[in-house]
Every structure is written in C-alpha cells, then in structure tokens.
C-alpha cells in the first residue's frame, strides 16, 4: 500500500470516529424562561381576576342592572342583559351600545357589576380597556361602596377610576364622590394622552392604587393624580368594602346627548380586570 491510500485512509476512519462520538454525545439543553403567570406584577399578589376567557359572562362575577330610569344623571340608554349589548368575543368582554328603541329609550346598553360577588377593600383595581368615541357616549370603569343600599349615595362613596365624555376623545377622568363632594363638585384630575391621541385607538390600562386615606389614579403605569383624606371638603368614605362597575352610558347631563356625528353601535372592549393586594 502506498504512503498517500494509507493516510486517506487513516483520515476515513478518524472522521467516522469522531462523527460517532458527536452522535452519541447528548444534546445540550437550551435553557427556557420560565413565563410569568397572568397579571404578574412585582410588589403585588393577584387575589381575583376576570380575563374573560370563558364562553360568556361569568354570573359568578358579574350581575346585569336593567333599567331605563336615567341613573341620576339623566341618561338617554336602558340597559339590558340582552346578548347584544354584553358579550363575550375573542377573549374579552363587549359592553355595546345599539340606536335601538325600548321602553321609551331611543338607546340600549349594559351595566355590569360585583356587587355581592366581588368587593374590596384597598389594594390596586385595574383594568385594559379600549373605550368607544362620539359626542353623547360615556363609557365608565368605577366603584361604589356596597354599603349603598343602606347609607345611599354619596354617603358610600364612589370611585372612578376611569370615565370619559366621547367629546373630549383624548381626556379621561379619575374621581371621587363623597359626602359634601358629589356630581359637578367631585374632587379629582383628568388625563390626557400625548400628542393628544384619542384614548378610543387602542387599549390602555386604567388604575387605582387604594389605601387608607390615600387612592392614586394610573394610566399605562403613569402617576397622574393623588388624592389623600385631607383633600377632601367632606367625609373620607373610603375605608370600606366596594364592587366594581363596567358600563357604557348614552347621554346624560355631562356629555349632552348624541347628534348626526354619533355613529352606533358602540362598543367598549375589556380586556381583563384585575385586583390586587400587597403582601
């Protein structure tokens, strides 16, 4: 055998060799993130949420009010627990309004709330949300105290942790309504987004951050107002349990009523809605 088939030779079986050896040798794992769990928020543990990932509404969470009686604002809407007015759809709740005639109203819409099911004391209360837009609609993401049925409003206290008037499509509002601050004389701030944008393009999340004699109002994690027991002209109602109220509004003494510009349906779509608690 020659000196140049050995060595070719040779090379052969080291290839084969070593193209065994790596064959058998094992994979080395690729370590993976662990994924956060849902509503993950550092400095705070979940303690309910609704991602509305069901088939429909959870009737364990949420109650349907119905009525056409302007809900001490003069609105214009009856709101139903009909199908088409609150609904599930691709994994997030749709309040929506319709131009649709019942019982005298010329608007129909939905109220939801957890009254009796889900209330809170303290903790943070948010929401992601996409809200509607047009003159006359008000889409609301709130909290009254469920002592409401024996001390009536506003001795219970109500906190808005998100409302807004389709006229100003670019400011939301966060309130309180208390004893001897209640209706115009609310004591709060309003938002507005950069460069003006319309909060009705996308969805932002909308919070409050509760504690005694103190509740902060957030916008995509933005700090933009605080208000503390010594803000206020009256009582600090706001130390006892409260439920949580989704709705959209047609009309009513603060956005005035639609007209021609106001296009229907309506809808506000919501995302989830979380609390939670500090350890």
């Not at 991602?51 to 349907?64: K, L, S, V, Y």
């Not at 989704?246 to 349906?265: E, I």
Request: glycine share 12%; proline share 8%; aromatic share 12%.
């Amino acid at each position: 055998m020659n000196k140049r088939v050995f060595w070719l030779l040779l090379g052969g079986l080291l290839l084969a060799a070593c193209s065994n050896g790596m064959a058998d040798s094992p994979a080395t794992a690729v370590p993976q993130p662990t994924p956060s769990p849902i509503g993950y928020r550092d400095g705070w543990d979940l303690v309910w949420h609704d991602e509305f990932d069901g088939p429909e509404i959870d009737a364990a969470n949420w109650t349907h009010e119905i009525g056409g009686h302007g809900w001490g604002n003069g609105e214009n809407q009856y709101y139903t627990d009909a199908a088409d007015n609150a609904f599930i759809e691709d994994g997030k709740l749709v309040i929506q309004a319709l131009e649709q005639n019942i019982l005298g109203k010329r608007f129909t819409s939905a109220r939801l709330i957890t009254k009796g099911k889900v209330e809170v004391t303290y903790g943070r209360i948010e929401a992601r949300i996409q809200i509607p837009t047009g003159q006359g609609i008000w889409p609301a993401f709130w909290m009254l105290g469920n002592d409401i049925d024996q001390v009536s409003w506003p001795y219970c206290g109500e906190i808005d942790i998100m409302e807004n008037i389709g006229s100003e499509p670019g400011i939301i509002h966060g309130t309180l309504h208390g004893p001897g601050y209640s209706g115009g004389n609310g004591v709060g701030k309003s938002y507005t987004l950069p460069n003006g944008r319309p909060f009705a393009d996308d969805f932002h999340v909308y919070a409050i951050e509760w504690k005694p004699a103190a509740i902060r109002w957030y916008v995509d994690d933005m700090l933009y107002n605080t208000v503390t027991a010594d803000d206020l002209p009256g009582a600090w109602v706001y130390d006892h349990p409260f439920f949580i109220l989704l709705n959209v509004a047609v009309g009513g003494r603060w956005p005035g009523p639609p007209d021609n510009t106001t296009v229907f349906p309506q809808r506000m779509t919501v995302d989830y809605v979380r609390v939670y608690e500090r350890p």
